[in-house]
């Protein structure tokens, strides 16, 4: 059996060949940054279930409004009322102000809950808000 591997021993070298096949995928994407796009989504915002205040989502529109408008503003922002997940959209002037919101809101509180941002494709962005394409006016509270 000389320079040959019994069974068991080349089926336990295959399992520890993908183990650190998979660990070393696993660990690649990890470090993967996402592409970064003028355009976010907040999750984790509210509840749509307890939001019971009339123009509540007028209030967390104009939070972020006033929020974003200390740095480099936003174009374009969507309450998404009916999200589950209490999905706020937001498109910014450019890329580099999407990427300071990103930075600033990612695991910030709100309300009592933790937020994640994210990074929206512009592409996607642009087909569930087909208004935002011509956005270039910087958006102020109103009130």
């Known amino acids: 059996m000389s320079g040959s591997l019994a069974f068991g021993a080349v089926a336990d070298l295959q399992t520890r060949l993908s183990q650190q096949t998979e ?8 470090s993967v940054q996402p592409l970064a796009t003028q355009c976010f ?23 972020v409004i006033k929020e974003r408008n200390k740095h480099c503003g936003v174009i374009h922002i969507c309450i998404d009322k009916n999200s589950a997940q209490g999905n706020v959209y937001a ?13 600033a809101l ?14 929206v494709p512009l592409p996607t962005y642009h087909n569930l808000f ?3 394409m011509t956005a270039t006016q910087l958006l ?3 009130t």
């Open 23 to 30: 660990a070393s995928a696993l660990a690649a994407a990890a």
């Open 41 to 63: 989504q907040l999750s984790n915002m509210f509840n749509p279930q307890t939001e019971e205040q009339v123009g509540w989502d007028t209030e967390i529109k104009d939070d």
């Open 91 to 103: 498109k910014c002037p450019s890329i580099a102000a999407a990427i300071a919101a990103v930075n």
């Open 106 to 119: 990612h695991g910030r509180w709100f309300a009592g809950k933790m937020i994640t941002a994210a990074y």
């Open 130 to 132: 087909p208004d935002s």
């Open 140 to 142: 102020v509270p109103s």
